[in-house]
């Protein structure tokens, strides 16, 4: 016999996902601002359409059967589909209110964006921004190139990872910073004025894990030094490279910008030679005009950069 599952709807699965990640049903309760009866007749409302249960009582808790466990993936997959497009309408719905959304790296977001947001606001203090954390450049564009936000900042350099993506977007740069050496203060490091492959021989390194050209510039500067690379550890932004600097894991490969927050003044930086620049720009799609809060969020972004660079 065919079941009728049509009546199970996004809250329904919203509800199912909470319940699958709380202890029990008054922290979900809590955590969708809803009742307890309300969660259990949720539960038991989609028990009754699959007529298989979903969740056991075990001394007072929740316990998902097997059941529940092979629909984890296909009902997150659809939270996801459901938020990101209650994203975009809600986007489209404050477009005239000034909302703009962003993707950004961790450095940008440490840097670039919250001075710029500050200098959009004195202009325009009802804008508001919605953003959105990513590590690396792929997962930038692709928040960019579905629509899901206004604009992206991150990393740029020679080797583009997305040539299709980057096709549609229109790019610009933002600021250029050359790769530096990160070591705690007092490190023998910091009587060098520039740090050679040949100064860090025999030095644990952390570095950030890439997709773009940087890292094989350096495994390149390396090579031609006959100097091994230590590598103790790759991360996935600089802010986690100077974290683990400043616990004592080793030396840090990174973006001097993230250091311009001001977070890391126990950590002391030099230039890497040879020179490898690390560009950072913003991209949005070429096919969807920015609003002018968003234009003038652009402009403040090439301000801050400046400064940033100037610095």
């Known amino acids: 016999m065919k079941m009728d599952t049509s009546r199970i709807s996004g809250r329904h699965l919203e509800i199912f996902m909470t319940v699958m990640t709380s202890s029990t049903l008054v922290e979900t309760a809590e955590k969708l601002m809803i009742s307890q009866p309300a969660v259990s007749k949720a539960i038991r409302q989609m028990e ?29 997959a659809a939270v996801d589909q ?60 692709e928040q960019v190139v579905s629509r899901r ?18 096709h549609l977007c229109e790019c610009t740069e933002l600021c250029s910073h050359a790769m530096a050496v990160a070591f705690p203060a007092g490190h023998s490091l910091e009587r060098s004025k520039v740090i050679r492959p040949a100064d860090l021989r025999d030095i644990p390194i952390i570095r950030i894990r890439s997709e773009l050209s940087t890292q094989s510039f350096v495994d390149a500067a390396f090579r031609r030094a006959k100097a ?4 103790v550890a790759e991360v996935g932004s600089s802010f986690a490279v100077a974290n683990m600097v400043r616990a004592g894991l080793g030396v840090g ?6 250091l311009a927050a001001g977070t890391f003044t126990d950590i002391r930086v030099r230039p890497f030679s040879p020179r490898i620049n690390i560009k950072t720009a913003a991209y949005h799609l070429s096919a969807s005009p920015l609003t002018e809060q968003a234009q003038y969020f652009l402009k403040c972004l090439l301000q801050v950069g400046a400064a940033l660079q100037s610095e």
């Open 48 to 76: 009754n359409e699959i007529a298989l249960p979903l969740f056991e009582r075990i001394h007072g808790r929740l316990v998902p059967t097997p059941f529940a466990m092979r629909l984890l993936p296909h009902a997150q």
């Open 82 to 141: 459901l938020r990101t497009a209650q994203r975009m309408f809600r986007n489209i719905a404050d477009r005239m209110s000034g909302h703009i959304t962003i993707a950004t790296t961790s450095t940008s977001l440490a840097t670039l964006v919250p001075d710029a947001a500050r200098l959009v606001r004195e202009k325009w203090p009802q804008t508001t921004f919605d953003i959105v954390p990513e590590l690396i450049m792929h997962d930038v564009l």
């Open 149 to 166: 936000v206004d604009i992206g900042i991150c990393h740029r350099t020679s080797k583009e990872v997305d040539p299709q993506s980057v």
């Open 228 to 231: 091994s690379l230590m590598l």
């Open 253 to 258: 490969l990174l973006n001097p910008m993230q």
